[in-house]
């Protein structure tokens, strides 16, 4: 809101004004309930589970609308909607208030301030945040952190299991401020690591490339677009040229999270073909065949896939959707199941809705939203359980590709 103040020689003396009146209660209850009529049909249209998870979701609603008749005010009716909303399966819906939501949209930006690292939340065996990965010339970096590497403590505050992600907001702060983070690497003692915290620009970038003659191997970043497709297609080509004899691809998904760029359907066409599950929504069925493109012959050489809980979106379906086919060993530990897409909604009050509208169920059935991924091999170590020089998951997978599996 922009305020203009006028100066009092230009407009005299102001006459006296009543403070404004308060809306009816009549009215006020009417808009609330064309608020939650809105949310309800939304819901009822679009919502991925029909059954709402196994929430009696409906009759909750019923009882805040005899609520609002009753009489609630703004705040009181904003609280009971989001509420309402979380009794949805965790991760499914969310409600933002026009005021929550009016400051997001002020803040998005490609810049923010603290560390400048990828980050994950794990509550077993010990409370810890991952560091997924570290972008380049960062605090982080410039402090020493890894990818691999785990805080345990905050200023001196040990992650706990109740604040969850909210221990994130407790890593970032304004540039110029430090941050001590208790920090463990991989079979090394924990440290104490001071980071003074910066501005940081957001990006991440695919690692690897030619592991050995003929062995592609490719990290894939938490954000990655289309170069994912261009940079494999690009050293499969080189191969080809070079004649190089592919000795096999091990794609590396176990930090991978989706983004609206992700290339699943040019990554797939380019390494699989057949029915591989569908796309469910109330709308229906979204059928996932793959229609493949043999290219510098990805079509048939040899593939694994490295996959674990932080595998997530497109890369989390892309993995599933492989293993479907049979095109290649799934390595590593079960995925989180975070294949749902979603679509947001203002309400009449300017308030958002968001909601899951869909999930991916595989040939045999299983939605993937429900029970995520279970590996063909399961290899039980953790991000912060290995270390770039030596990934016995990396060397399970190429222990697989020798092996012709």
Known sequence: MLLVALPLAACGTLPDRAAPSAIPQSELAARQQSVLA?????LDEGYVYPDYGGVEWETQAAQLEAQISAGLSEEEFRAALEALVLLLPPGTASYTSREERVQADFEVNNTYEGIGAFVSIRAEPEPRIL????IPNSPAARAGLQAHDAVYAVDGTAVSREEGLAV???VRGPAGTEVVLEVASPEQARREVTVERGEVAIGDALRGGILAPGLIYLLVPVTVDASLFETLAGLLQDMLEQDQTVVGVVLDLRIAGSGSEWPLNEMLSLLGDGPAGHFNSRAGI???DIQGTDFANSQSLPL???????????????????QAIGRGPIVGLPTSGSVLSFQSHILPDGSLLTFAESSFVTPDGTDLSLNGLTPDVIVELDWDQVQAGSDPVLLKALELLQQGS
């Open 304 to 322: 694994a896939v490295l996959v674990g809980p932080d595998t997530s979106g497109a890369p989390e379906v892309f993995a599933a959707a492989l």
């Open 38 to 42: 809105e949310l309800a049909a939304r």
């Open 131 to 134: 560091l997924l990965s570290v």
């Open 168 to 170: 994130i907001d407790r």
């Open 286 to 288: 979204q059928p996932l």
